[in-house]
C-alpha cells in the first residue's frame, strides 16, 4: 500500500509540475494577435511589401506579449479603435483611433512641403545667395519665404507684366541667385540660361523618387537643385521606408506591451521621430542635377 501511494504522489507531483509548466508557457503558446492594418492609396504589390514585412519577420511577428501581423488592405477605413498606416507613394503616415480622439489626428512619416520649404531656405542662407525669384507658389514656397525673410534674403514672385515684359525678362531684371521654379521646368530653365541668367535654379516635388534619374541626364538640367522629402534609400534596402514605420510601429508595442491602438498610437506619437503636432522631424533632402545622373548634395535641416 506504502508502494503504491509513493507512486500516486510522485505521478501527482508529475502532473502537478507539467500543469505549472503548462500555465508558464501559455502565454507564449497562445499569445493574443495584434493586426496592423497597412493601407495603400492604389494597390498593394509583393514589391511594396517588402519593408514591412521584413521588419515584421526581423521581430518574429511578436511584440511585447503579443503576436502581431500585418493586414494589407486598399480603400480601408479606420474603424474607431484602430489606428492605421497609410501609404501613397513614397509617403507613409499613421491615422489615429477616433475613440478616444487621437492629438494629433495624424503622424507623418515624411516632412511636410512647408517644413522642407524651411529647409531649403537655411541652405540658401548657408550658401549665401541674397536674392530669390518664386516662379511658383504652394506649401514649400510659403516655408521657404517665410525663413528666407527672416534671415534677411529677398524674395521675389512678381514681374512687371503691365509695361510689356515677358516672364523671362521680367526674372532678369530682378537679377536673383536662385530661381525656385513652376512647372514645366526644362523650358524654363533653357529659356533663362538662353538669355544670360547663370544664377542657381532649384525644384521642388512632394512626391520626388530619385531612384527614377538613373543614368544620363538631359543637358538642360545639369547644375539644377533639387528638394526632396527624402534621402537616399540605404543600399540593398527595399521600401526601406515601410521597414521603418512597421519598426516604429512595433517598438511602441513592445513599450507599452499593450493591445489598445489608442494607448499604441500614443506611444508611437512620442518616438522622437515626430514632432508633438505629428509632423516629421526627418530631414529633407537636396539633391543635383549632373550629366550622369542625380548626385545627393546633403540632408537640408
Known amino acids: 500500500m506504502g508502494r503504491a501511494g509513493g507512486w500516486i504522489l510522485g505521478l501527482a507531483v508529475i502532473v502537478g509540475m507539467a500543469a505549472a509548466g503548462f500555465l508558464g508557457l501559455r502565454p507564449i503558446l497562445f499569445r493574443k494577435t495584434v493586426t496592423i492594418h ?3 492609396a492604389i494597390q498593394w504589390t509583393p514589391e511594396k511589401e ?7 519577420e526581423e521581430k518574429g511577428f511578436r511584440a511585447g506579449s503579443f503576436r502581431v501581423v500585418p493586414a494589407f488592405v486598399n480603400q480601408f477605413r479606420n474603424q474607431g479603435n484602430q489606428l492605421l498606416i497609410e501609404r501613397s507613394g513614397l509617403q507613409w503616415g499613421v491615422v489615429g483611433p ?3 480622439p487621437s492629438n494629433p489626428k495624424v503622424l507623418y512619416f515624411f516632412p511636410h512641403d512647408r517644413i522642407v520649404g524651411n529647409q531649403a531656405a537655411r541652405w540658401a542662407r ?3 545667395i541674397r536674392r530669390v525669384f518664386l516662379l511658383r507658389f504652394g506649401e514649400f514656397e510659403a516655408g521657404f519665404e517665410e525663413e528666407a525673410t527672416a534671415a534677411g534674403i529677398q524674395c521675389r514672385s512678381d514681374f ?3 509695361q510689356g515684359h515677358s516672364l523671362v525678362e521680367g526674372v532678369l531684371a530682378a537679377d536673383p541667385e536662385l530661381i525656385i521654379l513652376g512647372r514645366p521646368v526644362r523650358p524654363i530653365v533653357d529659356a533663362l540660361r ?3 541668367y547663370s544664377g542657381k535654379f532649384l525644384a521642388y516635388d512632394d512626391d520626388f523618387d530619385p531612384s527614377h534619374y538613373s543614368g544620363r541626364q538631359p543637358a538642360e538640367l545639369e547644375g539644377l537643385f533639387c528638394t526632396a522629402s527624402f534621402t537616399p534609400a540605404p543600399a540593398g534596402r527595399t521600401e526601406f521606408r515601410g521597414h521603418g514605420i512597421a519598426s516604429l510601429v512595433l517598438e511602441a508595442i513592445e513599450r507599452t506591451n499593450t493591445d489598445d491602438h489608442a494607448s499604441i498610437y500614443r506611444a508611437l506619437a512620442s518616438s522622437p521621430e515626430f514632432a508633438a503636432d505629428g509632423t516629421s522631424t526627418f530631414p529633407g533632402a537636396l539633391y543635383v542635377f549632373r550629366k550622369d545622373g542625380l548626385e545627393f548634395v546633403e540632408p537640408l535641416k
Open 194 to 196: 538662353r538669355s544670360g
Open 126 to 128: 548657408r550658401s549665401g
Open 50 to 56: 517588402a519593408g514591412v514585412r521584413m521588419a515584421f
Open 98 to 100: 477616433d475613440d478616444p
Open 160 to 162: 512687371p507684366k503691365s
Open 38 to 40: 497597412f493601407n495603400d
